[in-house]
């Protein structure tokens, strides 16, 4: 079962931590500008993503809301610790399905301390799967790799190069 949705937002994802006012309501119907925003996605109790943007934009009438200054925290179900750790100059969010983009400059560490490093990324909720198909590379211990695309499931915490996966330094 999913978090209780944020009545105001009418999102699975919960704003937990608004840690700023609210910078400035748009006089074009409502939009919304806020800062210092942390989310949260919650399935059967546990928490699973949490999000946290410096600034965060909802336009009038839209459920995606776009972000900028992002870090990102996911963990397994039932798991001690985060499963991944990733940062990103901005994005957006879909509130109702807690699905969300990541964009500029993505750098990930996994909790076994697999970094990875690409342009972009897209987190699918209900697979509970991050992925792109942009270049990517992968520093593993002493192994650099990259190729083109990437693929993490957050459920056991296997992340992949989908395509062209070349080792670039030992």
């Not at 799967?129 to 190729?147: E, Q």
């Amino acid at each position: 079962m999913r978090a209780l949705a944020a009545a105001s937002l009418g999102a699975s994802l919960l704003c937990v931590a608004p840690a700023a006012a609210l910078e400035g309501v748009d006089d074009n119907n409502s939009a919304l500008r806020m800062s210092k925003m942390t989310f949260l996605d919650a399935r059967d109790g546990h928490t699973e993503v949490v999000l946290d943007a410096e600034r965060v934009y909802l336009p009038p009438r839209s459920d995606v809301a776009q972000l900028e200054g992002v870090q990102v925290r996911m963990a397994q179900a039932r798991s001690v610790g985060d499963s991944l750790v990733m940062t990103c100059e901005r994005g957006d969010m879909v509130l109702g399905k807690s699905d969300f983009r990541a964009e500029g400059d993505v750098r990930g560490r996994t909790g076994d301390g697999r970094r990875f490093f690409t342009s972009w990324v897209r987190y699918d909720s209900e697979a509970q799967v991050l992925t792109t198909d942009a270049p990517v590379r992968i520093i593993d211990g002493a192994h650099t790799l990259a190729g083109v695309g990437l693929r993490y499931s957050v459920r056991d915490g296997r992340l992949a190069i989908t395509s062209g996966a070349t080792v670039v330094q030992e």
